[in-house]
């Protein structure tokens, strides 16, 4: 190890960890920057490309007096080397961004995944479950499990979900590659009058295909009272495209779920944090993406480098305390701006021009359309 050793790593992963398990979240600026700075000391000793990026801005430790000043890698670099801050033989899991064969993809390496699985389900339980107990849910899963696809974290995601929090009921609906349609339809239809709420997730074009099917069979569901839904990846695939009113309306109309119980989450492989859509907490306020204490999100002018103003659109930027084994600030290709409410958030709007089209519903709707 070098200047900042292993003892110095669990020691932040502490301070993070209790931080991500204070119930109710309390966010506290100075905590944050102090520990960011910390992460970034010890990233910059010990993750050499990252070292190399930083210094080639002119930032070291040394010279970094708030979070802003932390440089943010771009998603695309995770694509052309390895950035993890500890050494090779110590990773335990890898996980890879969605892509087709002929796709670079990039890659998050681990070695530990106690920060990275805690700050996933804090997310869940605050944003999505907070009314429901553990294995009291009906999860019904329209993506493959972790088994099935070890390397995607969003099947990682769904299936410590369905461990810790999934009834004897729930079940993954992508088998092989395929999506049991006729199966889920049978279990909605048997659960009509049920008074067990039931949670759909999966990537938004799981749900077109699932919608396809029931158009297809002429029906409609009459899903439980505080049933909701969650979806995820996107709104562009092979087969089509479709805005997310548009998915919205129809999963409202073909499960009778009201838009205000439908959740988009928004992730990527390269972070350890999700953001999730306000609407089951807030349903009277704007819909927006709610942001965890130990992460921060900035929107940039991509001409300038510079945070843009207050209600602008901008490059998304994010710091997330959870990634301290790779590197915790990430610059996207998504665009966004901040949404002003009781407690503020932030709405995607889509890909910078010229950017990869990426996710997992791109691969979602390839494969199940295949």
Known sequence: MTTYETKDRIAIDREVLDWIKESPWRDDETRFNALAKRIFHYQFENCKPYARFATGRDILPETVKQWQDIPAV???AFKEMTLSSFPKEETIKIFQTSGTSSQKQGKLHLDTLMLYEASLMASLQHLLLFDLKPKKATLRI????AQESPDSSLSHMFSKLMDEFGSDESDFDVVNGELKHQRLIDYLQSSELSSKPIVLCGTAFSFVHMLDALTARNLQIACPPGSRIMET???????????QDDLHQALEGAFGIPRHRIVNQYGMTELGSQFYDSVLIDPKGPRRKLVPPWVRVRFIDPETSEEVEEGQTG???ILDLSNTGSISAIQTADLGRKVHASTPGFTILGREQGAEERG?????DEMLSS
């Open 74 to 76: 771009p998603t695309g």
């Open 142 to 145: 329209l993506a493959p499990s």
């Open 233 to 243: 990846g996107g709104f562009k695939g092979r087969s089509r495209e479709l805005t």
């Open 315 to 317: 490059i998304t930027s």
């Open 360 to 364: 997992c519903s791109i691969a979602a």
